[in-house]
Antibody
Framework: QVQLVQSGAEVKKPGASVKVSCKAS????????IYWVRQATGQGLEWMGW????????GYTQKFQGRVTMTRNTSISTAYMELSSLRSEDTAVYYC??????????WGQGTTVTVSS | DIQMTQSPSSLSASVGDRVTITCRAS??????LVWYQQKPGKVPKLLIY???TLHSGVPSRFSGSGSGTDFTLTISSLQPEDVAIYYC?????????FGPGTKVDIK
């Protein structure tokens, strides 16, 4: 079945970087964009950006410009989201999702990133 | 950037009630509007895309309407399993901003 499986929870210190992976299966990885969304505890959903796995093209919201990098490894059908210069406000669950016509129809299970000294 | 708002922020209704949630875009987005449902402790799920098209497997008691700046999500007969937060999201062009969400629970 179509699924996205994300890497496990991370605990990082302020100023560090985190790299979350998202492995796709059950469909052709390069045929759908991958979006990243985050959700702080008790808060709403925040769209971070997108990546086209075929071309490697990316687009990030202004809030994360300069701190986020979205990449992929097509040989293993895996997308990555790296967020640098972490601060406590980055503590959240990070989701990857498959996008068809800008609609997220399949989501990963989420990766909890905790930023704490 | 286009901003998305939702009302109400929360509601409580009885089983069987008709429930309506409103989503408003600060500028026209045609029908490029998606609704997601997030049950407590769970991953968001796609409910409706293109403002009114039900995603596969979604119960027919859910429906969506609207175009331009004003959209609605309707649950025709609220069920206990519909307790969730409902988010709208614009999908015409990046950034694909979400609304703040509407929490629905049972009275």
């Amino acid at each position: 079945q179509v699924q996205l499986v994300q890497s496990g929870a991370e605990v990082k210190k302020p100023g560090a970087s985190v790299k979350v992976s998202c492995k796709a299966s059950g469909y052709t990885f390069t045929s759908y964009d991958i979006y990243w969304v985050r959700q702080a505890t008790g808060q709403g959903l925040e769209w971070m950006g997108w990546m086209n796995p075929n071309s490697g093209n990316t687009g990030y919201t202004q809030k994360f410009q300069g701190r986020v990098t979205m990449t992929r490894n097509t040989s293993i059908s895996t997308a990555y989201m790296e967020l640098s210069s972490l601060r406590s406000e980055d503590t959240a669950v990070y989701y990857c999702a498959r996008s068809l016509s800008n609609t997220m129809d399949v989501w990963g299970q989420g990766t909890t990133v905790t930023v704490s000294s | 950037d286009i901003q998305m708002t939702q009302s109400p922020s929360s509601l409580s209704a009885s089983v069987g009630d008709r429930v309506t949630i409103t989503c408003r875009a600060s500028q026209g987005i045609s029908n490029y509007l998606v609704w997601y449902q997030q049950k407590p402790g769970k991953v968001p799920k796609l409910l409706i895309y293109a403002a009114s098209t039900l995603h596969s497997g979604v119960p027919s008691r859910f429906s969506g309407s609207g175009s331009g700046t004003d959209f609605t999500l309707t649950i025709s007969s609220l069920q206990p399993e519909d307790v969730a937060i409902y988010y709208c999201q614009k999908c015409n062009s990046a950034p694909f901003t979400f609304g703040p969400g509407t929490k629905v629970d049972i009275k």
